[in-house]
């Protein structure tokens, strides 16, 4: 298996434009997850789908933000408009909940937003 | 709701010295405990994991953690660390039978030669 596969993995984009992340899981996984990575903050839970249904965005910042999942096969996460504070890393992450299982997270999308 | 604290940002050790990073949890309910590795410029890789029996638990590359229910701890150790060591630690938690999983701020270990 290729692993959890996120593209474009550096995004450099000006305030106000719109900035859409990829994911595509582990094929067989039934959850995926969201989060960002500052240095600030550390590592955020922004949101987390089961079985391609959102489960809890309590972690997405604001309305900027907003993420769907239209097949097990992949998720996007779009902000609109962009701020130069979105900058972060985004990381995808798969598992297979059955309780316990461990995470597998993609390389991780860095954005600049200036 | 849960929380983890890692109460150490970063960690500068030598070679060959013995090594613990610190990890406190905070929960109401039952919880699985894990330990992630991150490289530079990678995504995070899970390093070990509490999740019932055994309190003590092993990676296969000489780290070991003892989940401690008393003092809502789970420290990692190795006795005799490896430059190729060098990596942000995370701890983690999550509710037994839930979806969460939460991470701590990480600490930034360093091994110098």
């Known amino acids: 298996d290729a692993g959890v596969i996120q593209s474009p993995r550096h995004e450099v984009t000006e305030m106000g434009q719109e900035v859409t992340l990829r994911c595509k899981p582990i094929?067989?996984?039934?959850?995926l997850f969201w989060y960002r990575q500052t240095m600030m903050r550390g590592l955020e839970l922004l949101i987390y789908?089961?079985?391609?249904?959102?489960?809890?965005d309590s972690g997405m910042p604001e309305d900027r933000f907003s993420a769907k999942m239209p097949n097990a096969s992949f998720s996007t996460l779009k902000i609109q408009p962009s701020e130069p504070r979105d900058s972060a890393v985004y990381f995808c992450?798969?598992?297979?909940?059955?309780?316990?299982?461990?995470?597998?997270f993609g390389s991780g999308t860095q954005l600049s937003v200036l | 709701a849960q929380s983890v604290t890692q109460l150490d940002s970063q960690v500068p050790v030598f070679e060959e010295a013995p090594v613990e990073l610190r990890c406190n949890y905070s929960?109401?309910?039952?919880?699985?405990l894990f330990w992630y590795v991150q490289y530079p410029n990678q995504g995070l890789q899970l390093l070990l994991k509490?999740?019932?029996?055994?309190?003590l638990v092993k990676s296969i590359n000489g780290f070991e953690a003892e989940f401690n229910k008393s003092q809502t701890s789970f420290h990692l150790r190795k006795p005799s660390v490896h430059i190729s060591d060098t990596a942000e630690y995370f701890c983690?938690?999550?509710?037994?039978?839930?979806?969460?999983?939460?991470f701590g701020a990480g600490t930034r270990l360093f091994v110098k030669a």
């Open positions: 992450a798969s598992s297979f909940r059955q309780g316990g299982e461990k995470l597998f």
């Open positions: 094929s067989g996984h039934n959850s």
């Open positions: 789908f089961n079985n391609n249904v959102p489960i809890d």
């Open positions: 929960s109401s309910v039952s919880v699985y």
């Open positions: 509490y999740l019932s029996g055994s309190t």
């Open positions: 983690a938690v999550s509710e037994t039978g839930g979806f969460k999983t939460i």
